[in-house]
């Protein structure tokens, strides 16, 4: 087994040190659609290393890291947080996880309404502490793959050059793309929709099959949703809240990123267009929520998102506390008890798909009731039973 791997490992780091193209800053996908190839290249550092492979070889290409080119899937693997390792649990890769980069941005309890269908994150390390992610952890976790951002690693970790190269070198290869959001100064390259990306990752791991009926579930909640939407949009203030109880908010502006996916779905007005407030670092109080007045207000809470997501917590945590405040109990959306978890911005194709039924019936409560997606036929997806 150990010689197994040893030479899938080599197969991979022959194009797969791509990690290293994303030393730049940008990589180039080749060609247009990931294709299957003979021939592949990869840049490392100043050097490009031409290797010969077999006609079976396949091929997949995302930026900033470039192509990596297989004979094999990879098996052991490590992702950052709820985004990348949510898609590797959809393609049925669970078991394979040894790594998690930050587990505190990975809710896993949606899970529970999807028959066999787990992941426990106690049981997988954590590659970061604090504010550091050491390479050590990477050389720990003797993964076949790193499902991650290199370029994330140098501008959130501070990771140098020579950093990437070597564990992209001799570990394993990076291959992916950082999607949450839109704000970093540092992601100057091509952004994925969730789609896309999922997509990619689908073809590193050898699932596509997967991935097109975990995709048609999507479309088919997304097209259900679309056609039952009242003609009068909400208008929703997304705030990020600071503080237990919060005392001010980091607003949220709507964009088509990752982490906003469930409202491009359920199609909202934002209460933030049109005003003063400026679209990254501010923070606001309750005199500017009462000054905008939104009909609906939904909190993103990630940095608790094991507690939040419990409804009866939540009430307590957020709601309650607002109507108990003198100025936030006359804002129309408290008053009216219209004030909702918005619940985790990491959110892979699973997570998205409870999020976006979340987000349907708690701001358009008349136009739907009950479960939008079919839970035991995505589970039958998921662990290769359909």
């Keep these: 087994m150990a010689g197994e791997r040893v030479t899938r490992r080599g197969a991979l780091r022959a194009i797969g040190a791509a990690g290293a193209a994303a030393l730049a800053g940008c990589g180039a996908e080749r060609g247009g659609d990931d294709a299957a190839t003979a021939t592949a290249t990869a840049t490392r550092t100043g050097t490009t290393t031409a290797t010969t492979t077999t006609a079976d070889t396949s091929e997949v290409c ?76 990477f050389y720990a976790a003797d993964a076949d793959v790193h499902v991650m951002d290199p370029v994330w690693l140098r501008g959130t970790f501070g990771w140098t050059e020579a950093d990437v190269t070597e564990i992209a070198e001799r570990v394993a290869p990076f291959f992916g793309n950082y999607i949450r959001e839109r704000s970093d100064a540092w992601h100057d390259y091509r952004y994925y929709s969730l789609s896309e990306a999922f997509g990619k990752i689908a073809r590193l791991f050898d699932r596509v099959d997967r991935y097109e009926q975990l995709e048609a579930v999507r479309r088919e909640m997304a097209t259900r949703i679309g056609s039952n939407l009242p003609d009068e949009r909400a208008e929703v203030l997304l705030l990020r809240p600071q503080g237990i109880p919060p005392r001010s908010f980091y607003p949220q502006y709507l964009d088509d990123s990752v982490s906003d996916y469930q409202w491009s779905v359920v199609d909202v007005d934002d209460a933030l267009v049109g005003t003063d407030i400026p679209r990254w670092g501010a923070t606001v109080d309750y005199e500017t929520i009462a000054r905008l007045d939104p009909e609906v207000i939904v909190m993103e809470t990630q940095f608790a998102d094991d507690f939040v997501l419990d409804r009866e917590s939540f009430r307590s945590f957020a709601l309650d506390t607002m109507r108990n405040h003198p100025v936030a109990r006359d804002v129309r959306a408290v008053r009216n008890g219209r004030v909702y978890s918005g619940g985790i911005n990491y959110q892979g194709p699973l997570i998205s798909l409870f999020q976006t039924e979340h987000a349907a019936r708690s701001v358009y409560p008349d136009a739907f009731d009950g479960p939008l997606f079919d839970r035991e036929r995505v589970a039958r997806i998921v662990t290769g039973e359909a």
């Design 62 to 137: 995302m930026e900033p890291v470039g192509c990596l080119s297989f004979d094999e899937p990879p098996e052991r693997w490590v992702a950052n947080a709820g985004i990348y390792c949510d898609m590797g649990v959809a393609l049925g890769l669970a078991d394979r996880l040894v790594g998690i980069g930050s587990p505190r941005r990975y809710y896993t309890g949606y899970y529970d309404e999807l028959p066999g269908v787990s992941l426990d994150k106690s049981a997988r390390p954590a590659l970061s502490a604090g504010a550091r992610m050491s390479k050590e952890a």
